[in-house]
């Protein structure tokens, strides 16, 4: 079984820095991509950034150049720096895994439990 362990979340101000990781454990061969998602109240998650094996990412435009999205390969790890954060941030933010090989020679998709960043104006 492969989970997600995530850290970091909490309360700042407008115009503050956050930093959150992201931890994969558990059997398995490697992962394609790992990222971040966001959700508000009422609204549907959304991606924020995505890394994957090979270095390449992406970016939700509205985080570009105060998001940075980074991966250890090697310890399966993933962290978003979030810089100048702005009140529209504010939301419950989850790691994602897609593209597990497991084991077994499957293909998984997990998810974290969310951990919340609110940003004060």
């Known amino acids: 079984q492969v989970q997600l362990v995530e850290s970091g979340g909490g309360l700042v101000q407008a115009g503050e820095s956050l930093r959150l990781s992201c931890a994969a454990s558990?059997?398995?061969?490697?992962?394609?991509?790992m990222g971040w998602y966001r959700q508000t109240p009422g609204k549907q998650r959304e991606l924020v950034a995505v890394v994957r094996s090979g270095g390449s990412t992406n970016y939700a435009d509205s985080v570009k150049a105060r998001f940075t999205i980074a991966r250890d390969n090697a310890k399966n790890t993933v962290s978003l720096q979030m810089n100048n954060l702005k009140p529209e941030d504010t939301a419950v933010y989850y790691c994602n895994a897609e593209g597990i090989v497991t084991m077994a020679r499957t293909y998984l998709e997990v998810w974290g439990q969310g951990t919340l960043v609110t940003v004060s104006s």
């Open positions: 558990g059997m398995f061969f490697s992962i394609n991509g």
